[in-house]
């Protein structure tokens, strides 16, 4: 069970093709990611995959190549293009307009008097912005429209709201405000309500013939989003998906130049992980009287990437999209310098396990979740597993030889399998239905202990197969615990309740299990100490995200250190954690980028 915090992008996952740098270049500023923090629980049922270009028809849209066209590292939001240029929001420090040539390798930023603007739309005639602009005197989020080159900013009306665009000629403007959908003239006035909705209402976009809008309603009781449509003049408003099973997650559209395909994306859970992505979707167009022979969505891009935001070129050929490149760095906590210093260098990966000499280390890289093995210094990497499958907390045998992992493949349950160090073909170390993680080698490297989710009994336990005999043994008293970590001299194990609240200990001589400790936040990736006296923790829960300890005999967990303003990656079970050889501890932080992405596609 892990705390997450969820990638979004508001105004926002690579396809699977190669990403080709562009000219387009810009002067380097801080990389800042924007995240919603909320909690996701372990799903060992896994989710249905998406579906990729080569699964479906030929005459099916699909992307073709994705190139990259910006490179700043500056987080982004509201991209809208020209065909000559790209315009976004970029958030330095407030929020800014950021100019992109494609022609050149230049970037500017568009003048503006105010200390907080948003992009919303261009106009027809790509002569001025309508934005969003708020002072730290109003509490109003007023709409503006801003010459893309010479002139002053013009108030539209009275106007305020979360987002808004034009129409295609450019004489009406359709907004959210709260819960309302609202149509005025270009000018502000003449203002009459199209609808109220049951949750905000933002991301509107006119049909290019004018007669439809589709916009997204956000429901943060039940932390949905919906698409709808409605009638330029209001009439007919309905779910644009109702049956559709991405459809509570769906939002944040735009049409085609043609009117063919309706663009918009999806966020949801990577198969049988709680990695999240967001991907782009096309959706032919019933009313345009295109040819197509399904009116169902097509997914365009399905990871490891994400991919949102997304702007039809005119040209119908291509659609330009903000997309986040994870890449993360390994660190360790410096308790002299009070910092965090990184280990390993050259790699992008999460999930490290030192082999028992400490000299190789094995890793999951990031994003496409391979396992790879490596040296301490970085060096002699091999790769042990290929896509599609993705690895997890791989464990080394204490000679070195081979290595556990949690092998997560679409579509089906996690398995633990065993792989020689210098790679071949890996083994499933049990043949039943349930799933297993968290793999823990006996000191002799005859035994493996895991936790067991036996879905065809509805069982968590734990259990140890004896790899000699192929047989395996339930821990006495085990059923519904979960985390299970050995200590290094064996006589305990220690097992997380569901919850994450409460660390149970079984002790060997009495054939017991005792509460241990009951935490005010949450008990993620235990680690023993070396003696076998000591217990760590991380706890991402409270406000004062830290490592604890608590010692065996005792109830009250001692924190060790905070660890502060710290960017952590969240990979598929949550922010990891980990110690080395010389017990200091080690995390991931989140080096991703935020960049504008050309994804060259052939819609039929």
Same mark, same amino acid.
């Given at each position: 069970?892990?705390?997450?915090?969820?990638?979004? #992008?508001? /105004?926002?996952?690579?396809?699977?093709?190669?990403?080709?740098?562009?000219?387009?270049?810009? @002067?380097?500023?801080?990389?800042?990611?924007?995240?919603?923090?909320?909690?996701?629980?372990?799903?060992?049922?896994?989710?249905?995959?998406?579906?990729?270009?080569?699964?479906?028809?030929?005459?099916?849209?699909?992307?073709?190549?994705?190139?990259?066209?910006?490179?700043?590292?500056?987080?982004?939001?509201?991209?809208?293009?020209?065909?000559?240029?790209?315009?976004?929001?970029?958030?330095?420090?407030?929020?800014?307009?950021?100019?992109?040539? %494609? &022609?050149?390798?230049?970037?500017?930023?568009? !003048?503006?008097? #105010?200390?907080?603007?948003?992009?919303?739309?261009?106009?027809?005639?790509?002569?001025?912005?309508?934005?969003?602009?708020?002072?730290?005197?109003?509490?109003?989020? *007023?709409?503006?429209?801003?010459?893309?080159?010479?002139?002053?900013?013009?108030?539209?009306?009275?106007?305020?709201?979360?987002?808004?665009?034009?129409?295609?000629?450019?004489?009406?403007?359709?907004?959210?405000?709260?819960?309302?959908?609202?149509?005025?003239?270009?000018?502000?006035?003449?203002?009459?309500?199209?609808?109220?909705?049951?949750?905000?209402?933002?991301?509107?976009?006119?049909?290019?013939?004018?007669?439809?809008?589709?916009?997204?309603? /956000?429901?943060?009781?039940?932390?949905?989003?919906? %698409?709808?449509?409605?009638?330029?003049?209001?009439?007919?408003?309905?779910?644009?998906?109702?049956?559709?099973?991405?459809?509570?997650?769906?939002?944040?559209?735009?049409?085609?130049? =043609?009117?063919?395909?309706?663009?918009?994306?999806?966020?949801?859970?990577?198969?049988?992980?709680?990695?999240?992505?967001?991907?782009?979707? !096309?959706?032919?167009?019933?009313?345009?009287?295109?040819? +197509?022979?399904?009116?169902?969505?097509?997914?365009?891009?399905?990871?490891?990437?994400?991919?949102?935001?997304?702007?039809?070129?005119?040209?119908?050929?291509?659609?330009?999209?903000?997309?986040?490149?994870?890449?993360?760095?390994?660190?360790?906590?410096?308790?002299?310098?009070?910092?965090?210093?990184?280990?390993?260098?050259?790699?992008?990966?999460?999930?490290?396990?030192?082999?028992?000499?400490?000299?190789?280390?094995?890793?999951? $890289?990031?994003?496409?979740?391979?396992?790879?093995?490596?040296?301490?210094?970085?060096?002699?990497?091999?790769?042990?597993?290929?896509?599609?499958?993705?690895?997890?907390?791989?464990?080394?045998?204490?000679?070195?030889? +081979?290595?556990?992992?949690?092998?997560? &493949?679409?579509?089906?349950?996690?398995?633990?399998?065993?792989?020689? @160090?210098?790679?071949?073909?890996?083994?499933?170390?049990?043949?039943?239905?349930?799933?297993?993680?968290?793999?823990?080698?006996? $000191?002799?490297?005859?035994?493996?202990?895991?936790? =067991?989710?036996?879905?065809?009994?509805?069982?968590?336990?734990?259990?140890?197969?004896?790899?000699?005999?192929?047989?395996?043994?339930?821990?006495?008293?085990?059923?519904?615990?979960?985390?299970?970590?050995?200590?290094?001299? *064996?006589?305990?194990?220690?097992?997380?309740?569901?919850?994450?609240?409460?660390?149970?200990?079984?002790?060997?001589?009495? &054939?017991?299990?005792?509460?241990?400790?009951?935490?005010?936040?949450?008990? /993620?990736?235990?680690?023993?100490?070396?003696?076998?006296?000591?217990?760590?923790?991380?706890?991402?829960?409270?406000?004062?995200?830290?490592?604890?300890?608590?010692?065996?005999? *005792?109830?009250?967990? *001692?924190?060790?250190?905070?660890?502060?303003?710290?960017?952590?990656?969240?990979?598929?079970?949550?922010?990891?954690?980990?110690?080395?050889?010389?017990?200091?501890?080690?995390?991931?932080?989140?080096?991703?980028?935020?960049?504008?992405?050309?994804?060259?596609?052939?819609?039929?």
């Amino acid at each position: 069970m892990s705390h997450y915090r969820l990638l979004f #992008f508001r /105004n926002l996952p690579s396809a699977t093709m190669s990403i080709m740098p562009t000219t387009c270049a810009s @002067a380097r500023a801080p990389k800042r990611i924007f995240r919603l923090s909320i909690v996701i629980f372990l799903a060992m049922l896994g989710s249905v995959p998406i579906a990729s270009a080569n699964d479906l028809p030929f005459s099916a849209p699909k992307v073709l190549s994705v190139t990259e066209a910006t490179h700043d590292g500056v987080s982004k939001i509201n991209l809208l293009s020209d065909d000559s240029h790209l315009y976004l929001t970029e958030w330095p420090a407030a929020q800014v307009i950021a100019k992109f040539s %494609l &022609q050149g390798a230049n970037r500017s930023t568009i !003048a503006s008097p #105010f200390s907080n603007v948003r992009l919303l739309d261009l106009s027809p005639d790509g002569t001025k912005f309508l934005v969003s602009a708020k002072e730290a005197a109003s509490a109003r989020n *007023e709409f503006w429209t801003l010459p893309v080159a010479e002139g002053s900013p013009e108030k539209v009306g009275d106007l305020s709201g979360r987002d808004a665009t034009w129409s295609a000629d450019g004489t009406q403007i359709v907004f959210g405000k709260g819960n309302v959908l609202s149509l005025a003239s270009s000018t502000g006035k003449q203002v009459h309500e199209l609808f109220t909705a049951n949750g905000s209402v933002f991301a509107p976009r006119f049909s290019p013939d004018g007669q439809r809008i589709r916009f997204t309603v /956000n429901d943060s009781e039940q932390n949905a989003t919906a %698409l709808w449509e409605i009638g330029h003049d209001g009439s007919n408003p309905h779910p644009l998906l109702p049956n559709w099973q991405y459809a509570t997650t769906a939002c944040c559209g735009s049409w085609t130049a =043609d009117g063919r395909y309706y663009i918009f994306q999806v966020t949801q859970t990577l198969p049988n992980t709680t990695a999240i992505i967001t991907s782009l979707w !096309a959706l032919p167009d019933a009313g345009s009287g295109a040819s +197509q022979t399904s009116s169902a969505p097509v997914p365009l891009t399905d990871g490891p990437m994400s991919f949102g935001n997304a702007w039809p070129a005119r040209d119908n050929k291509n659609i330009w999209a903000i997309g986040v490149r994870p890449t993360v760095e390994v660190v360790k906590y410096d308790p002299a310098r009070k910092d965090f210093v990184p280990i390993v260098s050259g790699i992008s990966a999460t999930d490290l396990d030192y082999s028992a000499d400490g000299k190789f280390v094995a890793y999951v $890289a990031v994003p496409d979740g391979t396992l790879w093995r490596c040296r301490a210094d970085g060096s002699e990497r091999r790769q042990l597993t290929s896509a599609p499958m993705r690895a997890a907390l791989p464990r080394w045998s204490p000679d070195g030889k +081979q290595i556990a992992y949690v092998s997560m &493949q679409p579509g089906q349950r996690w398995k633990l399998s065993l792989i020689a @160090a210098d790679g071949g073909t890996s083994r499933e170390i049990l043949q039943d239905s349930g799933s297993q993680i968290d793999a823990n080698w006996s $000191a002799d490297g005859t035994r493996i202990m895991f936790g =067991d989710y036996a879905l065809d009994t509805g069982g968590i336990s734990i259990r140890i197969l004896d790899l000699k005999t192929h047989k395996t043994t339930t821990v006495p008293g085990s059923e519904g615990l979960f985390s299970p970590r050995w200590s290094p001299d *064996e006589r305990y194990i220690a097992a997380i309740s569901p919850g994450n609240k409460t660390l149970k200990l079984f002790d060997y001589k009495t &054939q017991t299990w005792s509460d241990w400790l009951t935490s005010s936040g949450a008990v /993620n990736y235990p680690v023993w100490s070396a003696d076998s006296q000591y217990l760590f923790y991380d706890d991402f829960v409270n406000d004062d995200e830290s490592i604890r300890k608590v010692k065996v005999g *005792e109830s009250n967990a *001692e924190r060790v250190f905070v660890l502060g303003v710290f960017e952590r990656y969240l990979g598929a079970l949550g922010p990891w954690s980990g110690r080395t050889p010389d017990g200091s501890w080690m995390f991931v932080r989140d080096r991703s980028s935020q960049e504008v992405y050309r994804l060259s596609v052939e819609l039929p």
